[in-house]
DNA sequence: TAAGGACATGTACTTAGGGACACGTGGAAT
DNA sequence: ATTCCACGTGTCCCTAAGTACATGTCCTTA
């Protein structure tokens, strides 16, 4: 349930309204961990009921800007402290590259080239938002500098995905060449023995 | 809806079972796209009813083999074709980075040896399956390319998580000693005007 | 002054994910 | 003979996530 510590460390910096922290999820945090606002809305409530926040401000619209409590920063701290960090990296593109080999070669080398695109030009986004923040354009805050900390895994990541589907290029020849895509199809859908032992581990 | 189209991925290569599916899962897939097995026999249910698939055989234990059907081979491939890829890559790693400046600097250090040891772990595992399959342990059939087109991402991937936090080790000094975390966090706490303009677009 | 857009907060509903529980079987080793 | 373990399939329930819907306000611009 990282959501809640998610905004519990947005809010350690600075009271926040949920239109705020919406906002910032989806600019900065949400490459990595999205949501959309009813689901903030309706955290904030527990937090609040939980003691964690409290309404800092009223403003215009309704605006109810929070603020963290002791307790709220307590927790945050403990998560953060304490070790169990979930390593998985839920991702739809590399998740589809072990079904390549159903792809036509002429859509696959296409959707590779797309992919490249996208991630090149994200890594490229993220560096001109590292390089505004080493110019100090954002200031030299702790918060800042966590966040540089933070932009420069996007850079590394994203690059690092362009750099794969570039190289994902220059395979296909081998993946096309071995045989029309139906024979392994066929196969499967042949009534063979039950099982194939798992490959990989 | 990815699983779906997991499920189906991984029959077009043979006939399986429920638990065969949920072991590949595990471990396959499971870095990328994690299923425990109550999902994937419901999802198998499903898919079934749809006619997608059909049970191939039957085993010892109850054990029902699935068969991919040209419906379900249909909708991999249109799932392949179709543009749509979901970019986004959830990692709780980097969502904690947002937080640094809140932990203590020895126990952040800490944190980020072991987010590199784990990562440098697991990319030199990784790279231990790629070497395994070209030097043609697996075979080299289509499916197979693919898996290794898969672990190259991985690899790719986890080193690049290595790397960055091997370099996040370099940058503390900075975060560290500009302040004590308690300054921020006492301003975060005090009644000061609703807002400050959201920092990273 | 009318209209459009950003601001602002929420509810309702549906699906996805994850843990706990439940049940039974076949084979291998003690 | 019994015990243990991997095999094998499922249900139940709670929480998380995501989409659609609903409502209203303030400000700017045509």
Redesign the interface.
């Given at each position: 349930m990282?959501l809640r510590?998610?905004l519990l460390?947005?809010?350690?910096?600075?009271?926040?309204?949920g239109y705020?922290l919406a906002?910032?999820f989806e600019?900065?945090?949400?490459?990595?961990?999205?949501a959309q606002h009813p689901k903030i809305y309706a955290e904030l409530s527990r937090l609040a009921g939980a003691g964690m926040i409290e309404v800092?401000?009223r403003?215009p619209r309704g605006?109810k800007?929070y603020?963290?409590?002791?307790t709220g920063?307590a927790e945050?701290?403990r998560w953060?402290?304490e070790?169990d960090?979930?390593?998985?990296?839920?991702?739809?593109?590399?998740?589809?590259?072990?079904?390549?080999?159903?792809?036509e070669p002429d859509?696959l080398r296409e959707?590779l080239r797309?992919?490249q695109r996208?991630?090149a030009e994200?890594a490229a986004l993220a560096r001109t938002?590292a390089a505004a923040k080493d110019r100090g354009d954002?200031g030299?805050?702790?918060?800042?500098?966590?966040?540089?900390?933070?932009?420069?895994?996007?850079i590394?990541?994203y690059?690092?995905?362009a750099?794969?589907a570039e190289?994902?290029q220059t395979?296909p020849p081998?993946?096309a060449d071995?045989?029309r895509?139906d024979e392994?199809?066929d196969?499967?859908?042949a009534?063979?023995?039950?099982?194939?032992p798992?490959?990989?581990?």
């Amino acid at each position: 349930m990282s959501l809640r510590h998610g905004l519990l460390g947005l809010l350690a910096e600075g009271p926040a309204s949920g239109y705020d922290l919406a906002r910032r999820f989806e600019e900065a945090l949400g490459p990595v961990w999205p949501a959309q606002h009813p689901k903030i809305y309706a955290e904030l409530s527990r937090l609040a009921g939980a003691g964690m926040i409290e309404v800092d401000s009223r403003g215009p619209r309704g605006r109810k800007a929070y603020r963290i409590t002791d307790t709220g920063l307590a927790e945050v701290r403990r998560w953060l402290a304490e070790g169990d960090v979930d390593h998985t990296l839920r991702s739809e593109s590399v998740l589809r590259s072990f079904f390549f080999w159903l792809m036509e070669p002429d859509a696959l080398r296409e959707h590779l080239r797309r992919e490249q695109r996208f991630f090149a030009e994200t890594a490229a986004l993220a560096r001109t938002y590292a390089a505004a923040k080493d110019r100090g354009d954002f200031g030299d805050s702790m918060q800042t500098k966590s966040m540089r900390v933070a932009v420069e895994a996007a850079i590394r990541m994203y690059q690092a995905l362009a750099d794969w589907a570039e190289w994902a290029q220059t395979v296909p020849p081998a993946v096309a060449d071995t045989g029309r895509p139906d024979e392994a199809a066929d196969a499967a859908r042949a009534p063979t023995g039950p099982d194939e032992p798992a490959a990989a581990g």
